[in-house]
């Protein structure tokens, strides 16, 4: 009897070599898996379903991932503000996750002696499958033939074409990457330093003008509604932003990152409806969170970006970190207004019943409410009162 192995399915030359060289070379059952976290229509999931078919697998699953995905990653990102080195939403990297994690959960399903992946030995990807499979099946062989042959997409291609795969090898310019949390891009002007992505390698073209605002409402950290429609979940509010904010070019940028593995790389990425949210987001806590649940939520949040980055979603500190930032969002409630224009956006104020910078309080740089003259200038001595002595025995000694 055949061996099993569980392919993660894309449709792609990669993973279309893997099929043929796993089932007719290595004698595997290959049970293929598509994981959408975003990125798929229905009709392209039906066409790689048809085109796994056809290659030979024994089965094929296509799981909707979608809601899961914002749940257990998204959701955590929104409440963190999390920027990879202040510029990246963590597009790919997250999804990443969530897929390997449903890979893993069909390996055990299937009972299936391997698992399989079509990650190269260069990136970030084969890190993330790898280490989720160690944890999740072990005991299961990994099997990754792109890496482990060395292959050449032109000697994956002359394969191919000796197996009788009908399929289009023509190479895009670009290698896009989509899902629900932003889109990347890369190409001949990310793989070195210096360029900029040309305007019609941006899968969303730019064909709004003016300006429109748009009103996003938040419920404990939550986006329920935009201009007022309200969603079943918070990931259809993300994808009908993103029709709203991606015909302006929003979000558009070069991020510059360390792998997993050491190097540096430049990947485009185009990422609309997270980079409003995010910003929208953090400006309405600014106005409902105290400055150190400011400061300790920054701390974290980086933390956990960059760890999440290097694929550590299983790690049970993550969840402890989760649970900080769970809390912190009892008060993060209210509507921002953001203004959209081409290639960018503002934030034009918050609106909360939670708004700490309340008139009855005091209004900043006019007059104050809640406290005297006399009371700030005590305050002013005493807040200083360690270091003034500092200073003091500092300037004895060195008389002396």
């Keep these: 009897m055949s061996k099993k192995v569980v392919l993660g399915f894309s449709g792609g030359l990669d993973t279309t070599f893997c099929v043929?060289?796993?089932?007719?070379?290595?004698?595997y059952e290959v049970h293929s898996i598509i994981v959408d976290t975003g990125g798929?229509?229905?009709?392209?999931?039906?066409?790689?379903?048809?085109?796994?078919?056809?290659?030979?697998?024994?089965s094929h699953k296509t799981v909707n991932a979608v809601k899961s995905y914002y749940d257990s990653i998204l959701k955590y990102l929104i409440y963190g503000n999390v920027l990879k080195n202040n510029t990246y939403p963590l597009s790919v990297s997250a999804e990443r996750l969530?897929?390997?994690?449903?890979?893993?959960?069909?390996?055990q399903e299937l009972n299936a002696d391997a698992v399989a992946h079509g990650s190269t030995g260069a990136g970030n990807d084969q890190v993330r499958f790898d280490m989720i499979f160690h944890i999740m099946i072990p005991g299961v062989e990994i099997i990754t033939p792109i890496r482990d042959l060395k292959l050449s997409r032109e000697a994956e291609i002359e394969y191919l074409k000796g197996k009788g795969v009908d399929m289009n090898f023509a190479k895009a310019a670009y290698s896009i990457n989509k899902g629900l949390w932003g889109t990347s891009v890369g190409g001949k002007e990310t793989l070195s330093s210096k360029g900029i992505l040309p305007e019609e390698a941006?899968?969303?073209?730019m064909t709004k003008t003016g300006s429109e605002e748009v009103k996003l409402s938040f419920e404990k950290g939550e986006l329920r509604k935009v201009n007022d429609h309200a969603f079943s979940h918070p990931s259809e509010a993300i994808q009908y932003l993103q029709t709203l904010a991606g015909p302006y070019g929003i979000g558009r940028?070069?991020?510059?990152?360390?792998t997993i593995i050491g190097i540096k790389g430049r990947v485009g990425f185009e990422a609309a409806a997270p980079m409003v949210i995010l910003k929208a987001h953090h400006a309405l806590e600014k106005h409902v969170l105290t400055k150190w649940q400011l400061n300790w939520k920054d701390q974290l949040a980086q933390f956990y970006g960059n760890w999440l980055h290097e694929g550590q979603i299983l790690d049970p500190v993550m969840r402890d970190i989760e649970s900080y930032l769970e809390t912190s969002q009892r008060n993060v409630t209210g509507d921002v207004f953001v203004q959209l224009q081409p290639y960018r956006f503002q934030i034009i104020g918050i609106e909360s019943q939670f708004d700490l910078m309340n008139s009855k309080f005091g209004k900043y740089g006019e007059m104050n409410t809640g406290f005297t003259g006399e009371d700030v200038r005590g305050f002013s001595r005493i807040f200083g009162n360690q270091t003034m002595m500092y200073h003091l025995v500092k300037t004895d000694n060195e008389t002396k």
């Design 20 to 27: 043929k060289y796993l089932s007719e070379d290595q004698g």
């Design 40 to 58: 798929f229509s229905a009709e392209e999931l039906a066409r790689i379903e048809a085109h796994a078919y056809s290659l030979g697998v024994k």
């Design 98 to 107: 969530s897929q390997a994690l449903h890979i893993a959960d069909h390996v």
């Design 202 to 205: 941006w899968p969303t073209q």
């Design 253 to 258: 940028d070069i991020h510059v990152g360390d």
